[in-house]
């Protein structure tokens, strides 16, 4: 491990020249990939180094404590000691994390699919109380948000809603939210106060960013127009500006009628088709690796329910690693990223123990 650490300090230094050489800077396509390596290892670079300190103070305290020893100084050494034995378990570990191979979906943007399942009106209350959230994680996050394709309710729901979230490693933090979520709450509209549950399947789908990440035949398509309408079915759009494309092969259906342009309607929907395709690839490739894992939080399986919202007891809890948060408020405005981080703990921790690092 420490020699391949070595070579990447060496390739990060190299990198370094590089980038103040004014050939260099003047080509901006050779630029603007050497940036992207330089930002890709200097993470790594600044740990490995952050060890190689906690390495040096251990060795000249050992130092200290052989050449010198005096009594009065003894305790403070061995504190200093201990303290660089810890500061190097810790960095040696997360330098095992850091070369693990990396998800190569990971700094991709994301297009996530919101349903409303079981609880007919509150499904759908549901459904939009999960957009809202997302929304704002992404806006804490600096990323945007567009709408996709949406099927609202006359009363503030969607039965479903696509949408997707631009900015980078946007998949790395929300890839973990595919899967059925259930909350438990009163209802505005229950008179009795009686606590219903309800339920709405998320998917989150990495977006296929080239024409290169899937290629679909034009003869294996079908496209259909109509007319955009909103809540109730009512007609927002006189012209036929929505498109609706058919798979064939996969009987996969995407539509898309947030834009007013039929031709912006069509490449989104386009969009999405590819993501779902690379997908089901992907997620082949997943379970394939999960067989291997001995822990494993999951990024595939739609059906299984990984969290509910129970709004009476004001708690958030993800049954995949029986994590609970008490504090639903600031979680459904945004605040997730200590729940994500648990997620991502996990299953970093999975891929550790089974020996994925390079």
């Not at 990198?15 to 290892?41: C, F, T, W």
């Not at 609706?244 to 947030?258: A, K, L, M, Y």
Request: charge should be negative; proline fraction near 3%.
């Amino acid at each position: 491990m420490f020699e391949k650490l070595e070579s990447i300090e060496n390739r990060f230094e190299e990198l370094n020249m590089r980038l103040s050489d004014p050939g260099v800077i003047n080509n901006q396509e050779q630029y603007l990939k050497l940036m992207k390596e330089h930002a890709d290892l200097s993470e790594i670079v600044e740990k490995f180094r952050e060890y190689k300190s906690y390495v040096k103070a251990l060795e000249e305290s050992q130092s200290m404590l052989r050449e010198n020893p005096d009594r009065e100084l003894e305790e403070m050494i061995e504190l200093e000691i201990l303290e660089a034995e810890k500061g190097i378990e810790r960095t040696e570990k997360e330098l095992k994390i850091l070369l693990m191979p990396k998800d190569p979906n990971d700094d991709k943007d994301v297009i996530i699919e919101i349903r409303g399942g079981a609880g007919g009106d509150e499904a759908a209350l549901f459904a939009a109380l999960l957009f809202r959230m997302y929304t704002h994680y992404a806006e804490s996050k600096g990323w945007t948000t567009n709408i996709i394709d949406s099927s609202p309710t006359e009363i503030g729901g969607f039965k479903e809603i696509v949408f997707e979230i631009e900015g980078r490693g946007a998949y790395s933090r929300l890839k973990f939210e595919s899967g059925v979520h259930r909350v438990q709450r009163v209802p505005t509209t229950e008179s009795s106060g009686r606590i219903h549950t309800s339920t709405a399947t998320v998917a989150v789908l990495p977006e296929a960013e080239d024409i290169g990440d899937i290629e679909i035949n034009p003869n294996d398509i079908e496209i259909d127009t109509y007319r955009a309408s909103g809540a109730g079915g009512q007609h927002v759009n006189k012209t036929s500006s929505a498109i609706r494309i058919t798979h064939i092969p996969s009987g996969i259906v995407v539509t898309c009628q947030d834009q007013r342009s039929q031709h912006k309607n069509k490449e989104k929907a386009m969009r999405v088709l590819k993501a779902k395709l690379y997908d089901i690839e992907r997620t082949k490739h997943e379970s394939e690796l999960a067989e291997n894992r001995k822990s494993q939080v999951g990024t595939g399986d739609r059906s299984e329910r990984i969290r509910t919202y129970n709004f009476p007891q004001r708690r958030v809890t993800d049954h995949r690693i029986g994590f609970t948060l008490y504090q639903i408020d600031q979680f459904i405005n945004g605040d997730m990223d200590e729940l994500i981080d648990a997620l991502i703990t996990t299953d970093q921790a999975g891929k550790l123990s089974s020996g994925e690092e390079e």
